[in-house]
């Protein structure tokens, strides 16, 4: 069946409207954070898997990093953990971190390999321990409980935080057109495991890679001022200003952390976006109104 005439100009409209993003980004390395609802939605799901396969078909190299915090949650209720979390951050003790390395490294981290490649694409799962790529430190928390006369150093386990990327993995994979799918578990000095916010890794990643751009999807349009309208076009310094009179606070402060530190260190672009648009990474790197929050260095 032929399109009709309306039909035909609107998808001729999106072609040529992409088409300069097209060849500006050819051979650009992205670097996306997929968690979510995207992570869970199964026709989200689908969407973000051909974005992925689409992207790399036209030139341009993915590399994702995923979470899978409610994983983690439902697999430790199961065998009758109870999570506990300080300052947000699971605590994190060896039995943990043996369901953690299982849980991202293994279910989650080959569910999304397979849905790429289910589409089409070549897309091979790794976590921060394969090749020593990602090196990580103890992450402590400080109490600054104002009944104390001095910062509690609080344990909160195997939690970590990024030291040092060795990017001569991906760089290979990418190079011969594999799609990297990275866990964010990181390791120590004397080879322990680590379990590290997936919005630091990404953002440590895309700046070690110098990337064309950060993504980091989120359940949430963007970045929103008081009023709720979203903001975007951001720079370091308006969006220290954010936070200082409180518009950024709570659970986005990692993220807006991670996109300003991948910013400054390398990468061209951040953008926070929501994953619960089917199709969100290519409304936002192939349209010109986008539909996030852009924050560059």
Known sequence: MSLDANSAMNIA??????LPYLQRFAGKTFVIKYGGNAMIDEELKTSFARDIVLMKAVGINPVVVHGGGPQI????????????????????????????Q????????????GMINTHGGKAVGLTGKDGNMIRAKKLTLKNNSPELNASEIIDIGHVGEVSRIDTTLI????????IPVVAPVGVGENGEAYNINADLVAGALAAALKAEKLILLTNIPGLLDKNNNLLTGLSSKMVDELIQD???????????????????EGAHTAHIIDG???????????????????IRS
């Open 13 to 18: 409209k999106v072609l040529v409207e992409a």
């Open 102 to 113: 299982m849980v991202l490294g293994g279910l989650v981290n080959k569910e999304i390999v």
């Open 246 to 264: 409180g518009t950024i606070y709570g659970g986005m402060l990692p993220k807006i952390d991670s996109a300003l530190k991948a910013v400054q």
């Open 73 to 100: 949650g439902n697999l430790l209720k199961r065998i009758g953990k109870e999570s506990e979390f300080i300052q947000g951050m699971r605590v994190t003790d060896a039995e943990t971190m043996d369901v953690v």
């Open 171 to 178: 760089e290979r994979l990418v190079a011969n057109d594999f």
């Open 276 to 294: 619960r648009v089917k199709h969100a990474v290519m409304l936002e790197i192939f349209t010109d109104e986008g539909i996030g929050t852009l």
